[in-house]
C-alpha cells in the first residue's frame, strides 16, 4: 500500500495560503469586509453545531454554559493581557459601556470627553447621561482625519472624568495615539475608556502597555466569531469605582443565591454584564479567538499592513483618494476610498463578486488574515473598472 506523504507542517506556509481552506466563503467570493464582520472559518461552524448538539443531547446543561463563559472570559483575558476577573461578559460593546456610563457618578468631574470617530453608541451612550449630570465634549480631527494631542490636551481638565476614544476609527480607519491621551489623562486624574472594536484580533492589544482603565470590544469582526458576544475589561484598582444601575442578575456578587430583596454588584468586572450570557455566541467566540491565536495576530497585523500598502499604491495609480493615514502605525485593518457615489461603488465591487462596505461616503476596504494580494488586485481590478466613481 501506498502511503501518501504527510503534509508539511502548517506553520511553515505563509498567509493566507495556510488558512485560506478553513474560511469556505472564500471558493466564491473575494470577501474583503472583516470591518463589518469577519469570515465564517469550519471551526466556528462546528462550534455552533457543538451548542446545538449539546443543547439536544443534554437538554439544559446549564454547568458546562456557565464553564463556557467562564473560557470565554479567560480566553479574552489572555488576549488583551488582562486577569479573568478584570473581564465581564457582555452581549455587545454598548452592554458593557452602558453599565459603566450608568455606574459613574457626574457630581464632582462631570465632563465626559469623546472623539467624533467613535462609534455612534459611544456618543448616545455618554449624552444619555446628560440626565445624571454629565456634560460632553467633543473633539473633531483635523484634515489628516487624526485627533491630534494638543485638541486632547486642550478639551481635557480638572473637571473630565473620563475621555472615551476610539482605537482605531470605523469611519476612516485612523488609530488614536492611546499612550498619548492615557498620558494626558493620568496628569488630570481623568479615565480613558478604549473601543478596540476594531483592532482586537487584527492587532496585538495589550492593555496594560497602553495603560488604559477600561476597554470594550465585541468578536464580530476580526475576532472571527459571530453578534451576540462582547467583553468590558475594568483595570482591577477601579472595580468599586462603578456603580451600574443598568444592571441584572449575572451581576450580582452571588448569582446563583437568587437574592431578590437587595443589589450587591461582584466585587470584580462582573459588575458589569447582565442577564443570562450569549451561550450559543460564547460557543463560537471562544473558537473564533482560538483560530485567531492559532493563525496568529501579530503575523496577521504585519500581512495584513502588506496587502494595505499594496492597495494604497493601486489607489494612487489610478488618481483615487485614500483617506486613511498612509503611516504604518496609523492605521489599522482598514482602508478608505473617496467615491464620488458610494452605493453604485459598492454594488459595482458586489456585482464582480467582492464584498466590501461603506461609511461616510468612503468604500471600506478591510483585509485579514485570509486576504490575498489577489484579492487586493481584484479590488484594484474593480476599482480600474470603476475610475468614475473615484473622487
Ligand atoms: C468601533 C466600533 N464600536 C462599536 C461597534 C458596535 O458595538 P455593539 O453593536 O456591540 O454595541 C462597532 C461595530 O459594529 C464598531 O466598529
Not at 469586509?33 to 455552533?48: F, H, I, P
Not at 482605531?168 to 480607519?173: F, M
Not at 464582480?352 to 462596505?357: E, K, L, N, Y
Amino acid at each position: 500500500m501506498i502511503t501518501p506523504n504527510p503534509p508539511s507542517p502548517a506553520a511553515v506556509q505563509p498567509l493566507p495560503d495556510r488558512i485560506r481552506h478553513r474560511f469556505p466563503i472564500l471558493e466564491r467570493l473575494v470577501y474583503i469586509n472583516s470591518c463589518s464582520q469577519g469570515a465564517l472559518s469550519d471551526s466556528v461552524r462546528e462550534a455552533y453545531e457543538a451548542y446545538l448538539h449539546d443543547w439536544d443531547e443534554h437538554g439544559a446543561p446549564w454547568e458546562y454554559w456557565v464553564e463556557r463563559t467562564e473560557a470565554a472570559r479567560a480566553s479574552f483575558a489572555r488576549l488583551v493581557n488582562a486577569d479573568p476577573d478584570e473581564i465581564a461578559v457582555t452581549t455587545s460593546l454598548s452592554a458593557g459601556v452602558s453599565a459603566l456610563a450608568t455606574g459613574l457618578r457626574y457630581a464632582r468631574r462631570s465632563k465626559i470627553v469623546v472623539t467624533d470617530l467613535e462609534f455612534p453608541t459611544i456618543g448616545q451612550i455618554w449624552h444619555a447621561q446628560a440626565a445624571r449630570g454629565a456634560r460632553v465634549e467633543h473633539v473633531a480631527p483635523a484634515e489628516d482625519g487624526v485627533v491630534p494631542l494638543e485638541r486632547f490636551e486642550r478639551a481635557i481638565d480638572e473637571d473630565t472624568a473620563l475621555v472615551s476614544i476610539t482605537h482605531v476609527s470605523y469611519r476612516t480607519g485612523a488609530t488614536t495615539d492611546v499612550e498619548g491621551v492615557v498620558e494626558l489623562a493620568r496628569q488630570r486624574g481623568a479615565l480613558v475608556l478604549l473601543d478596540a472594536y476594531q483592532t482586537v484580533g487584527s492587532m496585538p492589544v495589550d492593555v496594560r502597555g497602553l495603560g488604559v482603565d477600561f476597554l470594550a470590544a465585541g468578536v464580530l469582526k476580526y475576532l472571527l466569531g459571530s453578534a451576540g458576544l462582547a467583553f468590558f475589561y475594568c483595570r482591577r484598582e477601579l472595580f468599586e469605582r462603578a456603580w451600574p444601575t443598568a444592571t441584572g442578575w449575572f451581576a450580582d456578587q452571588d448569582i446563583f443565591q437568587m437574592d431578590v430583596h437587595d443589589y450587591s454588584p461582584s466585587p470584580t468586572a462582573r459588575r458589569f454584564q447582565s442577564g443570562t450570557p450569549p451561550i450559543p455566541a460564547i460557543y463560537a467566540g471562544i473558537a473564533g479567538i482560538e483560530l485567531m491565536q492559532e493563525i496568529g495576530i501579530a503575523e496577521t497585523r504585519e500581512h495584513v499592513l502588506e496587502l494595505n500598502e499594496r492597495l494604497i499604491a493601486g489607489v494612487d495609480e489610478l488618481g483615487g483618494t485614500v483617506v486613511t493615514p498612509r503611516q504604518r502605525d496609523r492605521h489599522g485593518a482598514l482602508i478608505c476610498i473617496r467615491s464620488t457615489n458610494v452605493d453604485d461603488l459598492v454594488s459595482a465591487l458586489a456585482s464582480d463578486g467582492i464584498v466590501t462596505s461603506s461609511r461616510d461616503g468612503n468604500l471600506r476596504v478591510s483585509a485579514h488574515s485570509y486576504n490575498s494580494t489577489d484579492d487586493v488586485d481584484a479590488v484594484l481590478g474593480a476599482l480600474a473598472r470603476n475610475r468614475d466613481l473615484l473622487a
